[in-house]
């Protein structure tokens, strides 16, 4: 994969990805690892006869996951009087929430749930459903984040702005001492600001930080907006049929609160943690020292692989280097595709990194955040 990339070419996948501001990255071209990696994979699903996609085990928990949400908003919205109940079903709400966001959409988003694109485009929408945007979820994640993974100034997903230095590339600010202790607080904040302000602020400036994105035009403004009515309506208008004001306001909070801790820390230990890498293009040629492929699993580290609840939970998304190699491959096969992936990154001498458990790829995460934000570059 060449890894060019060029200006205004909307893409799903990394390779055909697109620069703005008339930046061009690439990626070195040896593409070896990828093709041989391709080729195992392939013969490991003829072999077996699983399939890529459409795979029940996906259908269910779906099923499960989205009947879940719908249950417990009915519970907490219409059906509970006390604080007792209240609170611990607005806490697995937002915990639902988040885990249709990695299970369901997560897929879809890449074409990786279905063959059917019809498929993938409804079930992508559950991110509409849960407050999100399925528009700027494409830029920021498929494009932005898959194509250039921990490259600063280009993944979106390592930028928090001056809150917080996730790079050794990015500036330093004396504060940053401290981000090991308030960056997690700041976490639990992010459902709120992503369902609030910043689908709306990224789209209407055209911009995720600094990378621009196109105004979403015809259904993709129609689902833009008609997403963001329905989920306000779910969250706010009908709730406040029923209860007070305030009383809708915390219990959002509390639900937005378990969806936010939820989700900023299962996105940050695959990348944000101390065994990934962070390198940078060439500054004369713009070139990356390694091609597409090696690249993502430089910058990318497991967790928990062996650890089925935390597997189910998560969607895969403890299988990160899995993911980012194939990311049009159903979730529900990465525990079984894990020994090829492994095997052919020991083949080729790529380092295939990861954590025993989720607690050592949050103390790893801990330790990283504590070193970016004492430390001026690498130590
Ligand atoms: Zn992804």
Known sequence: MSGTVKSRVHATRGKEAIA???????????????????RRVDEFFETTGLRQRDCWQMYLKSGILLGGMGLLYVLLVFYTATWWVAVPLALALGFVM??????????????AYSDYGWVNKLMSMTIDLIGGSSYVWHWRHAVFHHT??????????????FLGRLTPHQKHYAFHRWQHLYLWPLYG???IK??????????GRCKIAERRIPFPRGWDLVIFL??????????????????TWWVVLLYYGLAALAMGVTLSIVFQLAHAVEEAEFPMPAADTGRMENSWAVHQVQ???????????????????????????????????YPILAPVVEQTCRDFGVVYHEHRSLLAGLRSHYRWLRRMGTVEGYA
């Open 20 to 38: 703005d501001q008339g930046s061009v990255l690439k990626f070195d071209k040896n593409n070896d690892f990828q093709h041989e990696l391709k």
């Open 98 to 111: 988040a885990l249709i966001g990695f299970n369901i959409q997560h897929d879809a988003g890449h074409q």
């Open 148 to 161: 250039f993974v921990n490259i600063t100034d280009h993944d979106t997903d390592v930028d928090l702005g």
């Open 189 to 191: 904040l992010m459902a």
């Open 194 to 203: 992503w369902q609030l302000v910043n689908d709306f602020w990224d789209v």
């Open 226 to 243: 008609g997403g963001k009515a329905l989920f306000l309506t779910l969250a706010f208008v009908i709730p406040m049929l029923f209860h």
């Open 299 to 333: 910058t990318t580290v497991n967790f928990a692989r062996n650890n089925p609840v935390v597997s189910w939970l998560l969607g895969g998304l403890n299988f990160q280097i899995e993911h980012h190699l194939l990311p049009r491959i159903c979730h529900v096969n």
